[in-house]
């Protein structure tokens, strides 16, 4: 069974740090794009970041990497704000390369959601 599994959210204080993790199991992940999306309520899921087979991370204002041995995907946030605030999910992709734009339909697996929130 293809499955993913995240886990690290919680509740953190604005300006705080949190590392999100998606364990895989089921097929071998690094030969597939991953993807971190998060939804907040009320909103329409959308997608944080990607990373490609091949690359072991990627920066931006959250960093997206992966640990092959473990079979696993991080994301690690920093300098969190309130409207980081949503549930945060992990996808697989069975293609290789990231997608242009970050579309759920562009994924085939999903994680249930860990949530994040940020508040003082």
């Known amino acids: 069974q293809l499955q993913l599994v995240e886990s690290g959210g919680g509740l953190v204080q604005p300006g705080g740090s949190l590392r999100l993790s998606c364990a895989a199991s089921?097929?071998?992940?690094?030969?597939?794009?991953m993807a971190w999306f998060r939804q907040a309520p009320g909103k329409e899921r959308e997608g944080v970041s990607c990373i490609s087979a091949g690359a072991d991370s990627v920066k931006g204002r959250f960093t997206i990497s992966r640990d092959n041995v473990k079979n696993t995907v991080y994301l690690q946030m920093n300098s969190l704000k309130p409207e980081d605030t949503a549930v945060y999910y992990c996808a697989a992709r069975s293609v290789a390369v990231c997608p242009q734009r970050s579309l759920t339909t562009a994924y085939d697996i999903w994680g249930k959601g860990t949530q994040v929130t940020v508040s003082s």
């Open positions: 089921g097929f071998t992940s690094h030969y597939y794009a």
